[in-house]
């Protein structure tokens, strides 16, 4: 019986029952490991889906700042038009040609950025899964200070492009039919009557709201240059980080 026990408990048999538990252990371990590898992999995937969803993101909201410009562009255009008609008392434009004109200044159109994508991204903890640190930069530049720059400013210009409106449709009687189909934006209108008011149209008060409005579109296409620069940067460093995933 004590050979028996001797056997069963020896220096053999503890080896034998160590090495299984270090199995056992390095199984558990490894399975741990596994899971966790797994995971991370995973959370990388979803990572990089949504550096995709980004990049897509970027290439549309840049496509909506060019068409912003353009209104901006067209209405200094037409302020200019306006001013110089001022300046040589009203015998550049007629009448129609002159509300038609001023109709076209649009300087109350915003830039509404699609932050749906980054806003997921730090929820997720994607963000901090990206391995360029310059691009996780640029997206906080992007996303939180021009984003927030752009909203006061829009809601400064928003405030002026009211009393502007309403200086234009309370001093001249327009009547004017309405394409909501038409226009990059908010459609067109095209004018089906009109009374023009020539002292209001001289006035130091209508000419310093179109020095304004030009003084807003410029500062507004500033503003957008900036917030061009940045999402080209975001673009650029999102298809880095793809490749480099």
Same mark, same amino acid.
């Given at each position: 019986?004590?050979?028996?026990?001797?056997?069963?408990?020896?220096?053999?048999?503890?080896?034998?029952?160590?090495?299984?538990?270090?199995?056992?252990?390095?199984?558990?371990?490894?399975?741990?490991?596994?899971?966790?590898?797994?995971?991370?992999?995973?959370?990388?995937?979803?990572?990089?889906?949504?550096?995709?969803?980004?990049?897509?993101?970027?290439?549309? =909201?840049?496509?909506?700042?060019?068409?912003?410009?353009?209104?901006?562009?067209?209405?200094?255009?037409?302020?200019?038009?306006?001013?110089?008609?001022?300046?040589?008392?009203?015998?550049?434009?007629?009448?129609?040609?002159?509300?038609?004109?001023?109709?076209?200044?649009?300087?109350?159109?915003?830039?509404?950025?699609? =932050?749906?994508?980054?806003?997921?991204?730090?929820?997720?903890?994607?963000?901090?899964?990206?391995?360029?640190?310059?691009?996780?930069?640029?997206?906080?530049?992007?996303?939180?200070?021009?984003? =927030?720059?752009?909203?006061?400013?829009?809601?400064?210009?928003?405030?002026?492009?009211?009393?502007?409106?309403?200086?234009?449709?309370?001093?001249?009687?327009?009547?004017?039919?309405?394409?909501?189909? =038409?226009?990059?934006?908010?459609?067109?209108?095209?004018?089906?009557?009109?009374?023009?008011?020539?002292?209001?149209?001289?006035?130091?008060?209508?000419?310093?709201?179109?020095?304004?409005?030009?003084?807003?579109?410029?500062?507004?296409?500033?503003?957008?240059?900036?917030?061009?620069?940045?999402?080209?940067?975001?673009?650029?460093?999102?298809?880095?980080?793809?490749?480099?995933?």
């Amino acid at each position: 019986m004590m050979s028996e026990n001797a056997a069963r408990f020896g220096p053999v048999s503890w080896r034998r029952r160590a090495l299984e538990l270090a199995a056992i252990i390095t199984s558990i371990l490894l399975s741990f490991f596994l899971e966790d590898l797994r995971q991370e992999n995973e959370e990388i995937e979803k990572k990089d889906e949504l550096v995709q969803d980004l990049a897509i993101v970027v290439s549309e =909201d840049l496509r909506q700042i060019e068409a912003l410009r353009a209104t901006l562009e067209s209405s200094l255009s037409c302020i200019a038009t306006l001013q110089d008609d001022i300046a040589a008392r009203h015998e550049n434009l007629g009448d129609l040609s002159a509300l038609e004109t001023l109709l076209c200044v649009e300087v109350g159109h915003s830039f509404f950025p699609q =932050d749906g994508v980054y806003e997921q991204m730090v929820a997720t903890g994607a963000l901090e899964l990206i391995d360029n640190n310059e691009l996780k930069t640029q997206l906080l530049e992007v996303f939180t200070h021009l984003k =927030d720059r752009n909203y006061a400013t829009s809601t400064e210009i928003d405030s002026f492009n009211i009393t502007f409106r309403n200086a234009v449709l309370t001093n001249f009687r327009i009547r004017f039919s309405y394409d909501s189909d =038409d226009g990059v934006f908010y459609g067109s209108r095209k004018i089906e009557g009109l009374e023009f008011n020539y002292d209001y149209y001289m006035s130091n008060d209508f000419f310093g709201l179109l020095s304004q409005g030009s003084f807003y579109a410029n500062m507004y296409l500033r503003q957008l240059s900036d917030i061009s620069a940045g999402y080209h940067a975001v673009g650029e460093l999102a298809q880095l980080e793809l490749v480099g995933s």
